[in-house]
């Protein structure tokens, strides 16, 4: 059954939910400067998911739980993966955040530059849940096509 919600009011300051995507972005910042070796260098995610019923259904409908993603991440981030991103709007409504983003990929001579919605939605403890990655790309790059296959492969 369809649910509708509405928004209507506009704050200069994040909710919730919001503070918790900024904290999970800055994780995931944090581990790829460090320089990822292994999928275990993605586990401080961990205080920002809830890794037993986590799920992320990628650009590729690739539907990868907990594990996966790390593997994910650890195939993407090979190779020297320079990841930034502008973000353009939010909207937090009930248990979903719905983020706007321009996401800029660089691997070497490689530039990716794609426009992504990224849906977060929580549990109650606003632990993030599922994660579901639509975009709109000329190209996606073979490195992401990749990771996204081997982690399901795994």
């Not at 460090?34 to 037993?52: C, I």
């Not at 690739?62 to 930034?84: I, K």
């Amino acid at each position: 059954m369809t649910q509708y919600a509405t928004a209507t009011a506009t704050r200069n300051e994040p909710g919730p939910l919001r503070q918790v995507v900024i904290d999970f972005n800055e994780c995931q910042s944090k581990i790829l400067a460090a320089g990822v070796k292994s999928a275990a260098d993605w586990e401080p995610m961990n205080a920002y998911l809830d890794t037993s019923t986590f799920k992320r259904v990628g650009a590729y409908l690739e539907v990868l739980d907990f594990t996966e993603y790390c593997e994910f991440l650890a195939g993407w981030a090979a190779g020297g993966t320079h990841f930034e991103f502008t973000e353009f709007h939010v909207t937090e409504i009930g248990n979903t955040l719905f983020q706007e983003i321009e996401e800029r990929h660089t691997r070497g001579d490689a530039f990716i530059r794609k426009n992504v919605i990224a849906v977060y939605r929580f549990n109650a403890d606003n632990k993030i849940v599922h994660l579901d990655i639509y975009e709109q790309a000329k190209d996606s790059g073979d490195w992401i096509k990749d990771a996204a296959r081997e982690a399901m492969e795994a």
